[in-house]
C-alpha cells in the first residue's frame, strides 16, 4: 500500500483523538451549560461553538444506543476499506486519500466506541447556518473531525471511482476508418 494511504490514516486519527481530548478539556473548564445542560463555548456568535456531546449513535445522532452493533460494523469496515487500499495502484493517490480520510474517520470513532467510558463518540463541533429564504438558522449536527473526514473522503471516493479511466472514443472511431 501506499505512503499517502498510511500517512492520511494516520494523520486524521492522531488528529481526531487530539481534538477531541483537546475540546472536551477545553469544555470542562470553560464552558458553560445550556438549556438542555450541555456544556457549550460560543466562538463566532450565533454561528460556531463548541458543544459537549457524547453520541451512542451514528451519523446525525441516527441508531442511538446501536453501539454494539455500530462497533461491529465499524470493525467490519475497517477491514474493508483495508483490503480494497491494498488493491489499489499507488498512483491512484486521489482514491488512496479518500481511502485513507473514510478509514481514519472510522477509527477515530471505533476508538472512542471501544475506550471512552460510555463507549459513545465524543462530537464538539457545532455549527448554525443562516438559511437566505428564514429568519433562523438551521442547527446542523454536532460533529467531529472523523466525522468531517469520512464525509469529504466518501465525496471525494464518489468522484474519483465516478471517474474511472474510460475507454476513449476517439481511437475506436480512428481504428473504424482504417
Known amino acids: 500500500m501506499s ?3 498510511f500517512v492520511t490514516v494516520l494523520v486524521l486519527v492522531v488528529s481526531d ?3 477531541k ?8 473548564r470553560f464552558g458553560e451549560a445550556n438549556e438542555y445542560g450541555v456544556l457549550e463555548y460560543s466562538f463566532v456568535h450565533p454561528w460556531f461553538r463548541f458543544a459537549r456531546l457524547e453520541n451512542s449513535g451514528t451519523v446525525w445522532g441516527l441508531f442511538q ?11 467490519v469496515m475497517v477491514f474493508v476499506l483495508a483490503y480494497v487500499a491494498s488493491r489499489i495502484s499507488t498512483r491512484e493517490r486521489f482514491k488512496l486519500l479518500g481511502l ?12 472512542d466506541n471501544l475506550f471512552q467510558a460510555n463507549r459513545s463518540v465524543r462530537d464538539f463541533l457545532d455549527v448554525h447556518i443562516p438559511l437566505p429564504w ?3 438558522l438551521y442547527h446542523w449536527p454536532t460533529f467531529n473531525i472523523a466525522d ?3 464525509v469529504v473522503g466518501a465525496i471525494s471516493l464518489f468522484f474519483a471511482f ?3 479511466d474510460k475507454p476513449d472514443a476517439k481511437p475506436a472511431a480512428n481504428e473504424a476508418r482504417s
Open 100 to 111: 485513507g480520510l473514510v478509514l481514519g474517520g472510522a477509527l477515530g470513532n471505533l476508538y
Open 21 to 28: 481530548a483537546w475540546a472536551f478539556d477545553f469544555l470542562d
Open 148 to 150: 468531517a473526514a469520512i
Open 65 to 75: 444506543n446501536g453501539t454494539s452493533v455500530l462497533i461491529g460494523l465499524r470493525i
Open 162 to 164: 465516478g471517474r474511472e
Open 134 to 136: 428564514s429568519d433562523s
Open 3 to 5: 505512503p499517502w494511504f
Open 17 to 19: 483523538l487530539a481534538t
